[in-house]
């Protein structure tokens, strides 16, 4: 169980952290030579499972290792309420990071690995071989853990990193892209990994992930990033915002009778593939009782009426392209 390594942090300290804000960011901005990688990034991020989305190049790694205080960039950033510009050895201790490329000594086991990174976050070696096994046996490696790691195929060195990350017991974890090589069993074994550390272990999770089914599966929150400027930051249900004027209706029976009736009110319609459910896109001025009343007119009931919802990925291309176009992020 993954509780048993977190001995460092009691009950109520975990109950007051829930809903607490994790990360904070003002005037964020940092630039490789002339090229900016974050451009005056504000937002903050409570606690609970949290992607982070963008294209290539829109400055999610670079945001990560500020967190971590691998690079000092301008404005400020708290991590857990710790300055990582100041303190960031204090910040490492209490945040697991798992990279996104590999990062190991050749000829070293995954025991080996795990152990020592526990002991780079301050563990004595005893405890950091202890936590080791556990977290190994958590994330599934199994005997493998004596093997070296020059020898695991590209899902156990992902666990391997996973377990090096969580091993000293973090309040958070920083991922960038998790899944990265994994065939589409060890992708959804590792989702449900990170699904059960966020939402049944009372740990913080911020990834990075190019896969957005992969977000969407798993987190509650979204930061999305273009040309290192921020897009959205909150909840997933609030950036997969509804179209007010696209309803799904499904009524009891007659739903092609309705269908003629709507369209004779010059609404737009569309059969829902897989579904019993019409997309209906109202008139200018026209309000969803209208749908009711025509409902009543037809002799028929209404089941189900309720906006349209983006899909993560209509939101995030709708995102993109209005920050392409010079909207503000929102």
Request: contains cysteine; aromatic residues 4%.
């Amino acid at each position: 169980m993954i509780f048993n390594v977190r001995t460092s942090l009691s009950a109520s300290t975990i109950a007051v952290t829930l809903g607490s804000v994790i990360v904070s960011c003002e005037s964020l901005s940092h630039s490789f030579g002339r090229l900016w990688a974050l451009q005056g990034v504000s937002c903050e991020i409570a606690s609970g499972c949290t992607g982070l989305l963008g294209p290539n190049g829109a400055g999610k790694s670079t945001l990560i290792k500020c967190l971590l205080g691998q690079l000092r960039p301008r404005g400020r950033i708290l991590v857990l309420k710790i300055d990582p510009a100041v303190e960031p050895l204090l910040v490492r201790q209490r945040v697991g990071y798992m990279p996104e490329a590999d990062v190991y000594l050749h000829g070293s086991s995954g025991l080996d690995m795990c152990s020592m990174c526990g002991q780079l976050s301050g563990m004595r070696r005893s405890d950091a071989v202890s936590r080791a096994h556990e977290v190994l046996n958590y994330v599934g490696m199994g005997e493998a853990r004596y093997r070296e790691v020059d020898g695991y195929s590209t899902g156990m060195r992902q666990r391997v990193k996973l377990a090096c990350a969580l091993v000293h017991g973090p309040r958070l974890l920083l991922l960038d892209e998790p899944t990265t090589g994994l065939d589409p069993a060890g992708r959804e074994e590792m989702l449900q990994i990170l699904d059960d550390v966020a939402h049944r272990r009372g740990m913080d999770v911020l990834f990075s992930s190019h896969i957005l089914r992969d977000i969407e599966d798993t987190c509650d929150r979204v930061v999305v990033l273009n040309e290192g400027r921020l897009i959205f930051a909150g909840s997933l249900d609030d950036f997969q915002q509804e179209e007010s004027s696209v309803l799904h209706v499904r009524v009891k029976e007659g739903r092609e009778r309705m269908a003629r009736a709507l369209l004779d009110k010059g609404c737009q319609v569309e059969s829902l593939e897989g579904t019993e459910h019409l997309a209906v896109k109202l008139p200018a001025g026209r309000t969803p009782e209208m749908i009711f009343r025509l409902a009543i007119d037809q002799g028929l009931q209404v089941r189900h009426l309720a906006p349209a919802t983006l899909s993560l990925e209509q939101a995030f291309e709708k995102a993109i392209i209005g920050a392409v176009e010079g909207g503000e992020a929102r």
